[in-house]
């Protein structure tokens, strides 16, 4: 089975086109569900960023990058049509018909909840709970999330 990387930016587009509207804080959390199920699944990344345990959960700075211009952290925003099917095609094109299946499985599971809810998850979990280790509830952090311990983890919930 052939797996492919894709760059997390189309990734977010195509996981914002599925769920139609999501504010900075659930888009974040969401491509790290792809990315931690996908590392459970096929043992391998489909995204090459890393994740820090930020006060607020798992955050990819490379998307932070991107989208802290366009949104607040809490602030709903959505896509035209035309630039959510774009991403639909882009990201269909460039994954297996057996990523694509994971991907849409973890919106189904995920999309419809909250971004406190999917922020509540991720604090209560081994990956990011580990990463934040002697660190305040509220004090700032940038540990990087171990992929390892990602895979390990989510593998175990399978």
């Known amino acids: 089975m052939g797996l492919f990387k894709v760059n997390s930016i189309d990734l977010a587009g195509y996981v914002l086109a ?12 969401m491509v790290y569900y792809v990315e931690a199920w ?3 699944i096929f043992e391998e990344s489909i995204i090459t960023d890393e994740f820090e345990a930020w006060v ?13 211009p366009y949104s607040f952290l809490y602030k709903d925003v959505q896509l035209s049509e035309a ?5 639909i095609d882009k990201l269909e094109k460039a994954v297996s018909k057996d990523q694509s299946e994971l991907i849409n499985d973890v919106i189904n599971e995920y999309g419809d909840k909250t971004a406190y ?3 509540n998850l991720t604090h209560n979990e081994l ?8 660190v305040d509830a509220s004090e700032m952090c940038t540990n990087i999330i171990s992929k390892k311990t990602m895979l390990k983890y ?3 919930r399978l």
Request: hydrophobic share 35%; net charge positive; no cysteine.
């Open 18 to 29: 599925k769920i139609k509207i999501a504010n900075h804080l659930k888009i974040q959390k």
């Open 38 to 40: 996908h590392l459970a």
């Open 56 to 68: 607020h959960g798992p955050v990819s700075r490379v998307l932070w990058e991107k989208l802290k």
């Open 83 to 87: 630039s959510a099917q774009k991403y």
């Open 117 to 119: 809810h999917l922020e």
């Open 127 to 134: 990956p990011w709970v580990e990463a934040r280790k002697g």
């Open 154 to 156: 989510y593998q175990s």
